[in-house]
């Protein structure tokens, strides 16, 4: 089934570990993004990726890395976690010129 | 960059009651105002939008009402069921274009029977 697939669907990581939440879609999307959702504030775009090789800053980056190494995968990197990063995190993709985006399942991070 | 704002944060009816839920926007060079539905523990959907070049879309029981002037848009459910039950997000772009969305802080509509 084409579509966009995130992993892990969940995990706790101690504080101050690095972690690297995976993205994958089939749909041959130019853009993908990063978004994490927190109770009360919504869905908030952390990176994005117009298309590959190519990737630029949303409203919530620090202590966030990105890459786009190819079209279908869109890796999202925390090099140190802190608490603060606890939070749902969902990856999506839209082709160009089409807002529609198609989300992924989430990631439950919980950082300890 | 966009700000967008949603109100209400929750909203209860009665099954077979029409359910309104608002949003305002900043920029006014936004040009597209997607709807997403998000069932309890499961990814958001989009279920209807709008581009800016037209003031209404409708879609069965749901409808998207867009006032360029006073930068708010507007989801309608009409006949609501208790399977509407869900978060509700609006959103708009950061910048002029259809992607990198902003999101509102959503709506928790509860459809009683």
């Known amino acids: 089934t084409a579509g966009i697939t995130q992993a892990p669907t969940s995990q706790i990581l101690a504080a101050g570990r690095s972690m690297t939440l995976r993205c994958t879609q089939d749909m041959r999307h130019n853009a993908m993004y990063w978004y994490r959702q927190d109770l009360g504030l919504g869905l908030r775009l952390i990176h994005y990726s117009n298309t590959a090789g190519t990737t630029g800053k949303g409203e919530v980056p620090d202590g966030y890395s990105v890459s786009r190494a190819n079209t279908d995968d869109f890796p999202l990197t925390l090099a140190s976690a802190v608490p603060s990063q606890t939070s749902v995190y969902f990856c999506?993709?839209?082709?160009?010129?089409?807002?529609?985006?198609?989300f992924g399942s989430g990631t439950r991070l919980t950082v300890v | 960059g966009e700000n967008v704002e949603q109100h209400p944060s929750t909203l209860s009816v009665q099954e077979g009651d029409s359910a309104v839920i608002k949003c305002t926007y900043s920029d006014s060079a936004s040009n597209y105002f997607p709807w997403y539905k998000q069932e309890l523990g499961k990814r958001p959907q989009l279920i209807i939008d709008i581009r800016s070049n037209v003031g209404e879309k409708k879609d069965q029981r749901i409808a998207v009402t867009l006032n360029k002037t006073a930068k708010h848009f507007s989801l309608h459910i009409t006949e609501t069921q208790p399977e509407d039950s869900a978060v509700y997000f609006c959103a708009a772009p950061l910048n002029t274009g259809f992607q990198k969305l902003v999101f509102g802080t959503g709506t928790r509509l509860l459809v009683s029977p």
């Open positions: 999506a993709s839209s082709a160009t010129g089409n807002g529609g985006y198609t």
